[in-house]
């Protein structure tokens, strides 16, 4: 149990974690720091998270579920905070870098049903820069969304990278406003996509009515 919600451990999918650590090693393994994540830099980075917690509602005393949580980066903002990411590099670096959080930073696969045992287990479920690579995108997408809203108290914010942007990456996924409507179809109708902050990507804020 951490901070009064039930969590269980699972043994990880190691197929799926083994694959993507292939590849981000193979998209990002000269790089350091929030590069190796794939971010630009710390400023964009920081921009996004900024994004994330303007989501209306959120209290600084809310708990937060953090999917994909990289370095953990996302922790500095909120005392109730458990991050989890598939992959273990990622991990072993945030617990380094967050030793007062390590209890709350697990590598796990989210999409694992027996990983949390109910729904409305925290107030807001994030996701930052998880669903840029194109391959199983409609489906993994679809899916950890759907997950993070049933885990939901409140709502969940997430981003994309955007369609509207110049400079394409052949190997990411960039989302027009249709591709959001359709993975939220299934979801809620209680959704606002923003996409006034960087020219490659926009966030959707999704609540519970």
């Known amino acids: 149990m951490y901070e009064g919600k039930k969590v269980i451990v699972v043994m990880p999918a190691y197929k799926a974690a083994l694959t993507l650590e292939k590849t981000y090693q193979e998209k990002f393994g000269k790089e350091t720091g929030v590069r190796s ?14 994004v994330l917690m303007e989501i209306s509602g959120l209290e600084i005393t809310d708990s937060v579920l953090d999917v994909g949580c990289g370095h953990g ?40 049903q027996s990983v949390f045992e109910t729904e409305g287990e925290f107030d807001w479920c994030f996701a930052s820069g998880i669903f840029a690579f194109k391959d199983n995108w409609e489906e993994i997408t679809k899916k950890t969304i759907n997950k993070m809203f049933s885990l939901c108290k409140k709502g969940i914010a997430f981003n994309l990278l955007s369609d509207s942007c110049e400079n394409k990456d052949i190997d990411m996924k960039h989302c027009t406003t249709d591709d959001v409507s359709f993975l939220m179809k299934s979801v809620t109708k209680e959704y606002v996509i923003r996409n006034d902050y960087l020219l490659n990507d926009l966030t959707v804020y999704a609540y519970k009515s």
């Not at 794939?38 to 980075?45: A, D, I, L, P, R």
């Not at 870098?97 to 930073?105: A, F, R, S, T, V």
């Open 37 to 50: 994540l794939g971010w630009s830099n710390e400023h964009t980075q920081k921009i996004r998270f900024k």
């Open 73 to 112: 980066d996302l922790s500095y903002h909120f005392d109730d905070y458990l991050g989890i990411d598939l992959r273990n590099s990622a991990i072993i670096t945030a617990r380094e870098k967050h030793e007062d959080k390590w209890k709350g930073l697990f590598q796990e696969n989210f999409l694992n």
